[in-house]
């Protein structure tokens, strides 16, 4: 593993897309990490905010053997780490998002293919206590945090992301059977109602879980329809 920590940067994904080049040529397996961002980004160019407490990194990885699937085979493995390292559970929400207990947003994940070998990844995640701030408008569920009782210090902020990069790598799921019943036992919002946004069209129904390319299924007057590359909002 090649792993770079900064104090502050401006974003750890574009650092390593821009620089991927120079990178890949120390090693395959490249992590980025930092304990601050000025211009974190999440899925769609969204913005994610850098509060203390918090743990910041981008990294590559193979593509999931079902490309698409990928993004939520990393929350299925941080929801497993957290859980192991800390005794603390996060719940995920279709398709990148990663919710407290409460279904507020702590955490993200955004997944940039490069290549049949190469995924860049981002993950986000409110880890520790966030300080009194007013909730900024673009987090349709709230803002939250997985523990009101860890405050990291900047070296946490440096030795966590490599730890989870590692668990991730060694612990890969392959079996998209398995995927599903992860992904299902992890889902916060499964069988409830949800509102997908797919190109401009709402759609309500109840969400279902997840088909075999990672794509929502979502049950719409008795009839399951799949969404893939949508939003989803739990209603």
């Known amino acids: 593993m090649y792993h770079t920590h900064f104090n502050t940067i401006h974003s750890t994904q574009i650092y390593l897309r821009d620089n991927f080049v120079e990178l890949k040529s120390h090693d395959n397996e490249i992590l980025i990490s930092t304990s601050e961002q000025t211009l974190g980004i999440g899925r769609k160019g969204s913005q994610w905010d850098s509060y203390a407490n918090s743990i910041a990194m981008s990294f590559t990885m193979k593509p999931n053997p079902v490309p698409t699937i990928t993004p939520i085979e990393i929350g299925v493995l941080t929801s497993a780490f957290l859980k192991k390292e800390y005794g603390v559970s996060i719940s995920l929400k279709w398709p990148n998002d990663m919710l407290t207990s409460e279904g507020k947003k702590c955490g993200g994940i955004i997944a940039q293919y490069v290549d049949a070998e190469t995924v860049i990844a981002g993950l986000g995640l409110n880890l520790g206590s966030l300080p009194e701030t007013t909730v900024p408008g673009h987090y349709k569920h709230g803002l939250g945090n997985v523990s009101d009782f860890l405050k990291l210090t900047p070296e946490d902020q440096k030795n966590i992301p490599a730890k ?19 992904f299902y036992k992890a889902c916060y919002h499964i069988g409830k109602q949800v509102m997908i946004d797919d190109d401009g069209f709402d759609y309500q129904g109840k969400f279902m879980g997840i088909g075999k390319n990672g794509e929502a299924l979502v049950e719409i007057d008795g009839v399951t329809r799949s969404f ?8």
């Open 164 to 182: 989870l990069y590692s668990f991730i790598l060694k612990n890969r799921i392959d079996d998209i059977n398995e995927m599903q019943t992860q």
């Open 228 to 235: 893939l590359s949508s939003s989803l909002k739990i209603l």
